[in-house]
Structures are given as structure tokens and as C-alpha cells.
């Protein structure tokens, strides 16, 4: 996100990309050339003997999705000798130029009507493109074969098949790319300074490296695996890495594989082999599939078990929801014993306003002729908590930071997060109850000091210090503290269904708001969240909305 000042626009240099491509190298290398292998290392010594216009023309071609170029197609201002540049890079092995190929590599290159041209085949213009090529690779002699790319100069990129290990080794995954540079460029994202030295590192070994590589391999492969049947499917989960006890990432990673896996074994009606691989997955939802399936099997009791294990365990909100309601459902329905829990029911208020474009702005105008009336949603509680424990989030814990382009550390969304950083945290959030005055100042500080800069909690958007100032007013401590703690005790999922408005009327205090139109109804996150605040005597109620009569008919 901007800053708060008004910039001109950006303007990228030429070479841009090699900076960037360059920059990742050395990042790599620097961090975890202990672990590179000696291709590896070869590949980078010998790309840094070059020319700058020949590793731009490198990187230029390097990591597009064919490796194959008619050089009279490539045209780039900072590489004018272009030429010239290729047969640098041919003499260090990192191209080929006019490598022997086949019809099958030689017609990707060639659009229609300049296959049609080339090649003066009777009728081949009328043939679509796909019959075209077939009908060439079918036909086609050695002799026209030649005249099909004579006269301009063939080049085939080489090596490319050591960029994914400099890649994993910069961002610890390989979904990410240079893209990520060109943002932070650009000033569409701004990130936080953070430790990314040796000590800090992601990965502690060549094995671990290489089990990374295998997850990537596998998941290229899942969907085509898919559509070869069970057995492929079974195969390829045995052939997933074993992830080492500390490494939770990839841990994440290859049980959220796993379970789609199991998914297409499910839609396949093969539920036993399903089950089989959601046994395997520490992640959500295996045991929920495993639920469901045992029951629309008509295992019952084992079902309605691995609901209540489920309950004295759950791995986040979201599975201990699903096992109450499917078990309670099912119990009842089955005649099975089941402890049900009573939901608060919150208090309710009823409007009746003259309808515009938007209910929740509707309402927040009319609370505010009593009063100030902010649309907050799930961005005020959240913010305040990542302003609040923002050394927590950056800190140099190990394995939590890969690259510079990070809005949130790795573990993030794990129980480990709080664990690690349980000190840091507590001596944040515990401010608050030495000296209000000192905390409120502390966050406001925090705000400007760090506005614009990427938070996974803070929605600079959406926050202002006006807000700001008035919660940390008006909200009592014990009740920031209290919607702390239940955040932070599931970041992926409590970070939602928090009220819609934020009041402060007139004679004091706040009150959150949720507000419902017409036919809508309260979620079922919105209640958890309602059964919250009731528990620990957060004002809270629900505003529900009709509309005039006059304005209903229009």
C-alpha cells in the first residue's frame, strides 16, 4: 500500500529484470551455497562470467514456458547486439543456437499463416490449427523441414533446470517469482524490514531441500494423476516427501495435497482409499471427510467418536464447529447421547429507515445523529492486535522469513506462532494494564511510524488515526485484552465475522453493531463471536433493518 504522501509515478529501468534476477542469485547463494550442489554452483559461476547484455538476454528467455526462440522474433532496447549476446551465452553452455529439432518442437514456433506460407501445402489454409499441425507432422519431408527455419537462427535455452533450487532457496516455495520484486518497485507493496540472515534461515539441510523439490514434482503432477484413476492417485501420495518433525511447512504443504488427493478419491467412490490418505493428514479437513464418510457409510457410533475427539482436540475453530453441529445433528437423529451447547442469543434492536444503496451505511448514518458511527467490520480489532504485537510478527525467529517480500512470517497461521513468540507478545498486549495513557500513545506511534507498510492484521485502508484514537478511548482494557486473546488463538479463522459497526454514543462507552436487512440472518461465525462478547461483557447488538414503505415499491 502507499504511503500516506502523494508520490509520482514509478518508472522501472530497462534492465530492471536483471537487477531483480541477479539480486536473487546472490540472495541464494549467500544464504545457502553450503547446500548447493556442484551444478549448481556452476550455473551460477558461469552466468556471472557474462556479459551484462548476454545475461540480460538470459534472463529475458530463462523461465518462460518453452525454452525454444526464433532469434528474428526477439527484440529488446538494452540488448542491441542481440546476436551477438547469444553466442556468448553458447560459448558458456547457457545456450544453443540452431540446435536439431523435430517437426513437433519446430511448429510451436511458426504461426498459421506463416506455416501456410513457408510451406505452400495444398488446402492447409482451410485446416484449423490443430489439424494443421497434425497433417504437417504427418507429411512433412527432411527437405521442407529445412526450408521451414531457414534463414533465421534457432536458440535453446540451457540449465534452466537449476532455477527452481535459487528460486526455492530465495522465497522457501516456488509459487512465488520476480513479479514480487517488481511490486515492492512499483510501491504497490511495501514490506517490513526483518532479519534474513544464516541464523534465520528456512532451510537447514541438502535433504530438505530436495524433499521441497519432490512436494513441487508431485504437485505438478496431481492433476493429471488425477484422471489416471485411483492406483495413480494412491501412487502418488506414497511417492509425497516425509517432511522433517520441525519443518510445519511443508508439513502444511503435503497434507493439503494429500487431502485433495483423497478428495478425487472420494468423488471417484473410492471411500476406503480415501480414508486410507485422510488417516495420513495432520491438516483440516481429513477428519472431517473421515466423519462424513463413516457416517454416510452407516458407521455411526464411530462417526459420532471421531466428532467428540475432534471436540477435545480441534485443530482450529472451523473443525470444532463442524464436529458439534454434524455430531449433535446426527446423534439426535440416531438416537445417540450428545451434550448440547445453548447459544446466546443477542440482543436486538429494530430500525426502519428509508432504503438507499447500502444497509450498513444507512444504519451507521442514523446512529450517528446520537453519537459517532465508524463501518469497521473485521478491521479495527484486528489492526489495533497487529500494531500491538508488530515486534512479535517481524521477529528473527528461525525459518519464519525467506525473502524481503513477506507480509506475514511462514508459521503465521500455525499454533507455533504464539508459542515462539509468547514473551514478545505478552509484553506487548500486558502494557495495557501498567499504563493506559502509555499504551494508547504506543499505538498511535506505531501507527505513523509503520503506516503503509504490510501487516497481516492491519487494514491501513480501512483505519484512520481518528478511530484509532476513539477506540483506544472508549474500549476498555480487559476487553481489548479479551478480543486479543481470542484472536490470536486462531488467526486464520477468528480474524472474520466480527460486527459491522462500531458506536460511541454520546454519554460514553461503545457499542458493535451487526447489522441485518431484510431476510438476512446471523452467521454462524457472527454468533461465536456474539457468544464472546456476552460471555465477557462486550456491549454488543444487532441492528435489524426494514425498509419504509415508500421506499420499498421502488
Given at each position: ?43 551460477y559461476q558461469v552466468f556471472f562470467k557474462a556479459s551484462k547484455a548476454a545475461q540480460c538476454l538470459y534472463v529475458r528467455l530463462s523461465g518462460r514456458s518453452k525454452s525454444i526462440f526464433r532469434q528474428s522474433k526477439l527484440s529488446y532496447a538494452e540488448i542491441p547486439q542481440l546476436p551477438e549476446a547469444a553466442l556468448e551465452l553458447q560459448e558458456l553452455g547457457l545456450l544453443r543456437v540452431n540446435p536439431t529439432l523435430g517437426i513437433e518442437q519446430l511448429l510451436p514456433l511458426f504461426t498459421k499463416p506463416e506455416l501456410v506460407s513457408l510451406l505452400n501445402v495444398a488446402g492447409a489454409s482451410k485446416l484449423n490449427r490443430a489439424a494443421l499441425d497434425q497433417h504437417l507432422s504427418d507429411h512433412v519431408d527432411e527437405h ?411
Amino acid at each position: 500500500m502507499p504511503s500516506k504522501a502523494t508520490t509520482s509515478p514509478i518508472e522501472l529501468p530497462l534492465d530492471y529484470y536483471h537487477q531483480n534476477f541477479c539480486q536473487l542469485l546472490h540472495v541464494a547463494e549467500a544464504r545457502y551455497g553450503d547446500l548447493l550442489n556442484d551444478d549448481e554452483r556452476h550455473f551460477y559461476q558461469v552466468f556471472f562470467k557474462a556479459s551484462k547484455a548476454a545475461q540480460c538476454l538470459y534472463v529475458r528467455l530463462s523461465g518462460r514456458s518453452k525454452s525454444i526462440f526464433r532469434q528474428s522474433k526477439l527484440s529488446y532496447a538494452e540488448i542491441p547486439q542481440l546476436p551477438e549476446a547469444a553466442l556468448e551465452l553458447q560459448e558458456l553452455g547457457l545456450l544453443r543456437v540452431n540446435p536439431t529439432l523435430g517437426i513437433e518442437q519446430l511448429l510451436p514456433l511458426f504461426t498459421k499463416p506463416e506455416l501456410v506460407s513457408l510451406l505452400n501445402v495444398a488446402g492447409a489454409s482451410k485446416l484449423n490449427r490443430a489439424a494443421l499441425d497434425q497433417h504437417l507432422s504427418d507429411h512433412v519431408d527432411e527437405h521442407m523441414l529445412q526450408t521451414l527455419h531457414a534463414g533465421d537462427t534457432l536458440i535453446e535455452v540451457l540449465l534452466e533446470e537449476y532455477l527452481p533450487i535459487f528460486k526455492l532457496c530465495f522465497f522457501g516455495n516456488l509459487y512465488q517469482d520476480l513479479s514480487e520484486f517488481v511490486l515492492r518497485d512499483l510501491a504497490i507493496f511495501q514490506y517490513e524490514s526483518y532479519s534474513l540472515d544464516a541464523q534465520s534461515r528456512q532451510f537447514s539441510s541438502r535433504a530438505q531441500l530436495e524433499q521441497h523439490l519432490l512436494y513441487y514434482a508431485c504437485s505438478q503432477l496431481s492433476d493429471d494423476t488425477v484422471e489416471q484413476g485411483p492406483e495413480a492417485i494412491v501412487a502418488l501420495s506414497d511417492a509425497l516427501p516425509k517432511a522433517e518433525d520441525n519443518d510445519h511447512s511443508l508439513q502444511r504443504r503435503v497434507a493439503r495435497l494429500r487431502n485433495h488427493l483423497a478428495r478425487e478419491l472420494e468423488r471417484q467412490k473410492e471411500t476406503q482409499l480415501a480414508l486410507e490418505l485422510y488417516r495420513q493428514s495432520s491438516c483440516t479437513p481429513a477428519r472431517e471427510r473421515r466423519a462424513r464418510i463413516k457416517m454416510n457409510n452407516g458407521d455411526i457410533d464411530s462417526s459420532l467418536a471421531l466428532c467428540r475427539e475432534i471436540l477435545e482436540q480441534p485443530v482450529d475453530e472451523a473443525e470444532a464447529v463442524f464436529a458439534q453441529q454434524f455430531g449433535q445433528r446426527h446423534a439426535k437423529r440416531f438416537d445417540r447421547p450428545w451434550k448440547k451447547i445453548e447459544a446466546h442469543k443477542a440482543p436486538e434492536r429494530q430500525f426502519t429507515l428509508t432504503k438507499s444503496s447500502n444497509v450498513e451505511r444507512d444504519t451507521a448514518l442514523h446512529l450517528s445523529q446520537h453519537g459517532e458511527c465508524f463501518f469497521v467490520e473485521n478491521t479495527l480489532f484486528s489492526s489495533v492486535l497487529g500494531l500491538v504485537i508488530w515486534p512479535a510478527i517481524f521477529a528473527p525467529v528461525r525459518g519464519a522469513f525467506s525473502h524481503p517480500f513477506q507480509h506475514r512470517p511462514h508459521d503465521f497461521h500455525h499454533p507455533d506462532f504464539s508459542h515462539y513468540r509468547q514473551e514478545l507478545i505478552h509484553t506487548e498486549i500486558n502494557l495495557q494494564l501498567s499504563d493506559q495513557e502509555a499504551f494508547n500513545s504506543q499505538v498511535i506511534a506505531r501507527y505513523n511510524d509503520k503506516y503503509g507498510l504490510a501487516n497481516p492484521l492491519v487494514h491501513w485502508g480501512a483505519i484512520d488515526e481518528e478511530l484509532l484514537l476513539r477506540g483506544l478511548q472508549r474500549i476498555p482494557t480487559i476487553h481489548w485484552q479479551a478480543v486479543f486473546k481470542r484472536l490470536l488463538s486462531d488467526l486464520r479463522n477468528h480474524r472474520n465475522g466480527l460486527p459491522d459497526l462500531i458506536f460511541f454514543p454520546e454519554e460514553g462507552g461503545y457499542e458493535l453493531v451487526e447489522v441485518k436487512g431484510p431476510g438476512d440472518r446471523l452467521q454462524d461465525n457472527q454468533k461465536r463471536w456474539m457468544n464472546f462478547f456476552h460471555q465477557h461483557d462486550i456491549p454488543h447488538w444487532v441492528a435489524q433493518v426494514t425498509w419504509c414503505d415508500d421506499s420499498a415499491n421502488d
